[in-house]
């Protein structure tokens, strides 16, 4: 049967590279575009498609990049122009994709931009930023509470008024109602296509406009002082507003006028309003609104289970999946699950249906990781230190070797190591065939070689008590994922799908199936067609 064509972003797979924590070329502790240029072969090495860069630009790194002081450029510390173009020509020479990270909600209080709009009233950009009096009584406009804790209002005594900013101080919210921060933000995607990026993760892309009215935010009555201060409120006048919507369908016509590129978004809403983020066959949004409720969801069968299913339920015709298990701002998953459960959770990752993200390190295990009260440096953290939410541990440099350092640099990083970085590292698993990243190098290549895992259809099944178990299925090739998410043995009939004709990958060593899991143990199993 004559295969459709798909884009490269369906059947691809994305690996998340935190700049900082790659590889540092010049010595100065910190990652660089020449770091990574020079670790791309190890990327290739592991079969992905697509290189996610988070963010390059200059910054006063309050925020780690995520406060961009000029979007056109390139941060010293990161390289240069050069190095950039240098290192897209290599991600490109090697058949890989490079996506940028568009941060536009927020810019940092360093921006010419903010510079020019805090510095009178009467300026022509005071609007590109979202300033209010103070409220009629006194005090901050509304209830508003950053994502980073404490007020979202900040008072600036030299204009009489405060900006609004959804996380740090440092970090004022753009107007997007303004149709010049619009033109401008529109050139700055321009700017990069041009350059030849392949597209773009938007950070917080639900949040960029809020009600015009700026009512307050009604109480969250599911708040408890465990979670963060920011869910005291329901997001409901500051996030996920109509106009985003069109907004995204406009960055989208963009993105699509200069042919195979991708937009994959920050969202994190319910499945019904996040898969909005689709958009409709005629007027899309984003290709990928990112799904992050594997990093969020219980690790239990049933839940799973449910959640899988739902997700799945919720997707419009158009829309396909997509799914991530780490990230720069979440909790390390082997940290979270534990080693041979993360196994499993890779499994899981490359064998369900829709695009996966990885998050370097991750492919390793990196799990355990001693952060220092005096070497912390993630912001979020010092603004809830209670909570210990610590995305400092999931951003430390990668491991390459037992050499000084790990290899990383030849300095001393700017985060601590993983506490194992001198067993666990990218040249001891290298040489290890039974190692996670042999693993994953496994997955990732039967996810190339087996056209079910990556455009194939999906079934869930019931694998019982603690078994997740679903099937892939495309043209006559059918193959069935069985993952005994305990540590206990469990056994998994397989009462629908067909006969087992042979184990494709384990999670531990490979065996014959019969019947059985051992603990934390992963299977795909090729199946017999029916005739
Ligand atoms: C999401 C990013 O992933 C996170 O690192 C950052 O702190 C916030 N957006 C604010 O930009």
Redesign the pocket.
């Given at each position: 049967m004559e295969e459709t064509r798909r884009p490269w972003w369906e059947t691809g797979v994305i690996y998340q590279i935190y700049p900082r924590s790659f590889q540092d070329s010049n010595g100065d502790g910190v990652g660089d575009l020449s770091g990574i240029e020079a670790r791309l072969d190890y990327v290739a090495s592991l079969g992905v498609d697509a290189i996610w860069l988070s963010p390059i630009f200059p910054s006063p790194m309050a925020?780690f990049g995520?406060d961009v002081a000029d979007y056109c450029g390139v941060e010293p510390v990161f390289g240069d122009f050069a190095a950039f173009d240098e290192l897209i020509s290599a991600v490109h020479a090697r058949g890989l994709k490079l996506l940028l990270d568009f941060?536009p909600?927020?810019t940092s209080d360093q921006h010419a931009w903010f510079a020019e709009s805090r510095s009178s009233r009467s300026n022509p950009k005071r609007d590109w930023y979202i300033w209010r009096d103070p409220a009629p009584g006194g005090g901050v406009p509304n209830n508003w509470i950053s994502d980073f804790g404490g007020s979202s209002w900040e008072w600036d005594e030299a204009t009489g008024q405060y900006y609004l900013h959804a996380?740090l101080k440092e970090?004022p919210d753009l107007n997007w109602r303004n149709p010049e921060v619009r033109e401008a933000m529109s050139n700055v995607l321009r700017f990069w296509l041009d350059r030849g990026v392949d597209g773009f993760r938007i950070?917080?892309l639900w949040h960029i406009v809020k009600h015009e009215a700026l009512p307050d935010n009604p109480l969250n009555p599911a708040w408890t002082p465990l979670i963060t201060e920011r869910d005291r409120l329901l997001q409901v006048y500051s996030t996920d507003q109509p106009e985003a919507h069109s907004i995204s369908a406009e960055m989208r016509a963009l993105a699509d006028s200069y042919g195979d590129r991708v937009l994959v978004g920050?969202i994190f809403l319910p499945n019904e309003r996040h898969a909005r983020w689709y958009g409709t066959p005629d007027r899309p949004q984003v290709h990928l609104p990112f799904n992050f409720q594997l990093v969020e969801s219980p690790w239990d069968a049933a839940h799973l289970h449910g959640m899988i299913e739902a997700y799945e339920a919720s997707l419009p015709a158009h829309g396909w999946p997509n799914w991530v298990i780490g990230?720069?701002?979440a909790p390390r998953i082997a940290a979270r699950i534990g080693e041979a459960q993360a196994r499993v959770a890779a499994m899981l990752l490359l064998t369900l249906r829709g695009t996966p993200t990885l998050y370097q390190g991750d492919e390793i295990g990196i799990g355990k990781v001693t952060i220092p009260p005096e070497r912390m440096r993630d912001p979020?953290h010092f603004r809830q230190p209670a909570l210990d939410i610590g995305r400092d541990r999931s951003r430390t440099p990668m491991p390459w070797d037992d050499s000084p350092n790990a290899g990383f640099s030849t300095n001393e990083p700017w985060l601590p190591l993983n506490d194992d970085w001198r067993s666990r590292n990218v040249a001891a698993q290298d040489a290890d065939p039974a190692s996670m990243l042999n693993f994953y190098r496994l997955l990732l290549g039967l996810r190339r070689s087996q056209a079910a895992l990556s455009v194939g259809s999906f079934r869930l099944l019931d694998g019982g008590p603690d078994v997740l178990c679903y099937l892939r299925e495309h043209q006559g090739e059918k193959l069935a994922i069985i993952l005994n998410l305990s540590s206990e043995p469990r056994s998994c009939e397989l009462e629908e799908g067909g006969a087992v004709d042979g184990v494709l990958a384990s999670t531990l060593s490979a065996r014959p199936f019969d019947g059985t899991l051992l603990p934390d143990e992963g299977l795909i199993l090729r199946l017999e067609p029916e005739h």
């Open positions: 925020d995520y941060v909600n927020h996380f970090q950070d917080v920050e990230s720069h701002d979020q």
